[in-house]
């Protein structure tokens, strides 16, 4: 069903699209820096809640993209039409009712996460959060037709609106940080402007009638039960997992939040640098949705099967020369940050660890269970995913960074040994072939 000339058009633009979003993730946490430690740390704590928060709209769009990309397969566009348009409905329901929600009580959640912080770091985190929380709308119709373009394989129109997206805010950070001195708010309001024009860029793409797939303005403000209940059928197991995962983190994160500024500004540049890891899974880890999701739809199982493992495998080689590239470039990446000789070495513990686990297991832990997710099988990776998280890693960060004193650097042995199992289990339900008894879509 897909050629490699295909795969290369689907997989090249995400991965510049990563590439991106992982740098200005990276710049924003640079540039912060110059504001101080206690700006970075508040700016990574409220990440972490954001990532919780986004994950809900990241599952509705893969909910979507699952459904469009079944009926695509299957030929069948004025059912993808439907989809896509009560997909853009919701994903600017939800996003919109939980920025509300953030924006009104940014200091009681907070409080109750990370009450032990000290007040500076948690003023520049009550500032960041507020503000990013009005972006939450704007990010959730993003998404939405970002998940669009991806079905139809059309991935140049999401890259080319990244980079645009990701200039506007590089360049309203260097404003609002190193020209107006406004600390974390330097960052946040630039995440909203970049937000809000990348949505309405997309949404009027979207719109096009000659589109393999296209909203239609009627079906967006219409209510259309079975449909939503077809994408809510993805979303929903997958925004429990991911929303669970970013909980679990947070979780981690309170953890963090107790060993001290060094600690959690540490924690925070290795997420920023360690995510520059982890392109290559993204990338391939939404290609491999559509190509399996298509698949799927045109009921070829054999198919999908070899996409499956044949994106697996190319995303875990590009994960290794990531991985060597970010190690060699250490000395240069982390000079880019401004914090303590003592904060670099933890970083650069952390990093290095990072590095040689990642190149060898990461792809197998999170792209294999998106072929899964593809065809139907979402209730299975998300009570795996989530019991891993509770029970391996939250656990792990506890007894590894709390009472074995291992600090950060516990934290991440209990993610790496949360990859492990995941891998067990995912592997196993895919060699065992029950994955292929839950297509969504009937047929045409």
């Known amino acids: 069903m897909f050629s490699r000339s295909q795969l290369t058009h ?19 946490t640079v540039m912060v820096s110059y504001a101080g430690e206690a700006a970075i740390s508040g700016v990574s704590l409220v990440n972490e809640v954001n990532y919780l928060i986004i994950a809900v709209f990241d599952a509705l769009g893969a909910g979507g993209s699952v459904v469009i990309a079944q009926y695509l397969g299957n030929r069948d566009k ?51 959060f507020w503000i990013t929380a009005i972006s939450f709308p704007f990010l959730g119709l993003y998404d939405s037709c970002n998940a669009l373009f991806r079905s139809m394989s059309r991935t140049k129109e999401i890259m080319y609106t990244s980079i645009l997206m990701n200039i506007i805010n590089v360049i309203g950070n260097y404003i609002g940080v190193y020209i107006l001195h406004l600390g974390a ?11 809000a024009v990348a949505a309405l860029i997309m949404m009027k793409m979207s719109l096009h009638e000659e589109n393999e797939v296209s909203v239609e303005m009627d079906d ?14 993805i979303a929903v197991p997958n925004a429990l997992e991911n ?5 679990g983190r947070v979780i ?18 290795a997420n920023g640098l360690g995510n520059l890891t982890y392109i290559g899974d993204n990338a391939l880890g939404l290609a491999i949705m559509t190509v399996v999701g298509q698949c799927v739809g045109a009921n070829d199982y054999e198919q999908a099967r070899k996409y499956a493992v044949k994106l697996t495998v190319i995303s875990q080689i590009i994960e290794a020369v990531e991985c060597v590239i970010v190690y060699f470039t250490l000395p240069w990446t982390m000079q880019m940050y401004t914090m303590t000789a003592e904060t670099q070495a933890v970083v650069r513990q952390i990093l290095v660890w990072n590095c040689l686990t990642t190149g060898l297991i990461h792809s197998t832990a999170f792209v294999l269970p998106n072929a899964l997710r593809a065809a139907g099988d979402v209730r299975y990776t998300m009570i795996v995913g989530v019991a891993s998280m509770f029970c391996v890693r939250i656990t792990g960060a506890w007894l590894m960074g709390s009472m074995l004193g291992l600090h ?5 042995f209990a993610m790496y040994c949360d990859w492990v199992v995941r891998i067990l289990f995912f592997v196993h339900r895919f060699r065992s072939g029950k994955w292929k008894n839950y297509r969504i879509i009937e047929a045409a």
Do not use: H
């Not at 994903?91 to 912080?117: K, T």
């Not at 960052?187 to 909203?192: K, L, Q, S, Y």
């Open 10 to 28: 689907l997989i090249v633009p995400l991965m510049i699209q990563q590439i991106l979003v992982m740098l200005v993730g990276m710049l924003d």
């Open 78 to 128: 004025k059912n993808a039409d439907v989809s896509a348009s009560q997909l853009v409905m919701i994903s600017i329901l939800v996003p919109l009712v939980l920025g509300i929600l953030c924006f009104v009580f940014c200091r009681q959640i907070l409080s109750a996460l990370y009450g032990q912080i000290n007040s500076d770091v948690m003023e520049a985190a009550v500032t960041y």
């Open 185 to 195: 708010a330097g960052v946040a309001w630039p995440t909203v402007l970049s937000r």
């Open 220 to 233: 967006v403000f219409a209510w259309k039960p079975a449909v939503l209940k077809k994408i809510l059928q």
């Open 243 to 247: 929303g669970l995962f970013q909980l």
């Open 252 to 269: 981690v994160t309170i953890f963090v939040a107790t060993y001290g500024t060094v600690q959690i500004a540490a924690n925070g540049v």
């Open 408 to 412: 950060s650097m516990g934290v991440w």
